[in-house]
């Protein structure tokens, strides 16, 4: 299966993914991947440039080679809850759930904080530097803070206690978070007085926040103009906002809206077969398939029995793969991992192959700018990959060149 070769060079080792199916361009063809450094070579260049063989050759054995997935939403995993951190073990927490989610696919994610009170934003928000990049486990590309500046209508699983919805400007994002070192993504609901004003001053003074809406009662007439104001992204379609209407189609109308402009919208979608009908997805896809990104929107509980756990300061009941918050039908978010999400949507949808693993892939990478590096199989584009079977199962997952998780008894394994 692996055939290793004395350098005849001096250099860093080179491996070579053949035998394999690989996902590129909206297809998925015959062919290899080429490694070093943690970076995809176009092995040309080390052909007739360096004159020189692969170090390390893998047979795949009919795999197809993907980019590793993207979650740009995840509240918690594995016992691990983004928004009841302690103060000293940030870090710690983070990191434990990084390495578990390799074995899902999943090498890049953005850590979720639901609605906390201000003083958590400060313990948490404190930078990320030592982790980004650490080995044998998934990147962490920032924080996704969503909420507390949210409808109160819409709340979902949020305390009400601390969420803020009467107003919003620049200076009370600012004194509510603290600090946007290190964060990703913000989700706020845009009808909240001075969400437009705030929405545009991110756009110009923080490009690198990614304004996305949601929990909000909006109707689409605000949506647009958050659109146009500068947020990219919708925060799980169909939850947590006005439900479709003929006359108006809410946050849900921004699917078809050809009042937003030229640039991009994105929305997320959560694909465990709970939060959205197959019926909603097959829509979603036909709409709109460059803007759909899913995203697990996963719990603290997810990888743990059924039962009793924590989403912040909530309390969440699983039962039966549903998590509700404890007492009443409320979907408090979902215990389905990335494998999984990739695998509904295809069926849901009967899209591509390429199609569904992009939409894990490629989309989130757009989205965060990032697709020069992260979501996809391009030269120059960093080496974290994923192989999957035919049925989408992940057999191997492998994080900057180096292969961080194999399935026990897997193909990759003899």
Known sequence: LINKKTMTATGVSVARYTNCKVVCHGDVLPGDVWVREGKIINPADLFYGEKKLPDTVVDCRGLIVAPGFIDIQINGAFGVDFSSLQEGS????????????????????????????PDYYKTVLKGLSGLQKGKNRANVLGF???????????????????????ELSPSALLSCYHSLQ???????APEIPGAME??????????????????????????EEGIRSGAKLVTHMFNAMLPFHHRDPGIVGLLASLAIGPGPAYFSLITDGIHAHETVQRIAFKANPQGIILITDALPATGLPDGIHVLGLMTVTVKGGVATITGTDTLAGSVVTMDICVKEFKKAT?????????????????????????????????????????????????????????????????
Not at 90 to 117: D, N
Not at 182 to 187: A, E, G, R, S
Not at 217 to 223: D, K, M, W, Y
């Open 182 to 188: 290190d964060v990703c993504i913000i989700t706020l």
């Open 198 to 223: 705030t929405i545009r001053w991110l756009k110009e003074e923080h490009s690198d926040v990614i304004v996305s809406l949601g929990h909000s009662s909006a109707h689409l007439g605000v949506a």
């Open 144 to 166: 996704h803070l969503e909420g507390p500046f949210i409808s109160m209508e819409k709340k979902g699983a949020h305390n009400r206690d601390y969420v803020l919805y009467k």
């Open 90 to 117: 940030v870090l710690e927490c983070i990191e434990k759930v990084a390495r578990g989610l390799v074995a899902y696919g999943v090498t890049s994610f953005c850590p979720t904080i639901v609605t906390s009170p």
């Open 350 to 414: 009967d899209c591509t192959l390429a199609q569904a693993i992009e939409a894990a892939t490629l989309h989130p990478a757009q989205l965060l700018g990032l697709e020069g590096t992260k979501g996809t199989l391009n030269y120059g584009a960093d080496a974290d990959l994923v192989f999957l079977d035919e049925s989408l199962t992940v057999q191997a997952t492998c994080v900057a060149g180096d292969i961080v998780w194999k399935a026990p008894g897997g193909v990759l394994c003899s």
